[in-house]
């Protein structure tokens, strides 16, 4: 029962080591940033409410973000046609 044991075990070990491979891949680069985002620079939310507010670039200095407003939220649906009418 042992010998089988062992069997097993290096029949799994052998068949496992096909999979693995000693080739170096190549690293894909960094993407890139997202509108908004400035490198090298640090986020700042300066009133707390979670969203950011500008950024603070390498010499310390903030800059505020000045884009444009949001849109306005989309209108009701309209009434439906089916149920009590008032």
């Known amino acids: ?3 089988r044991l062992l ?3 290096g029949g799994a070990a052998l068949g ?3 999979c693995s491979t000693t080739r170096d891949e190549p ?3 960094a993407p890139p940033v997202g509108p908004g985002a400035i490198a090298g620079t ?4 300066r009133n707390g ?3 950011v507010d500008g ?3 390498a010499d310390g200095m ?4 000045m884009g444009p407003p949001c849109p306005p939220p989309p209108p009701p649906p309209p009434p439906t046609r089916r149920g009590e009418r008032g």
């Open 1 to 3: 029962m042992n010998i």
């Open 7 to 9: 069997g097993l075990l």
């Open 16 to 18: 496992l080591s096909a």
């Open 27 to 29: 690293v894909a680069p």
């Open 42 to 45: 640090v986020a700042a939310d």
């Open 49 to 51: 409410d979670g969203i």
């Open 55 to 57: 950024y603070y670039s």
């Open 62 to 65: 903030y800059h505020e973000v």
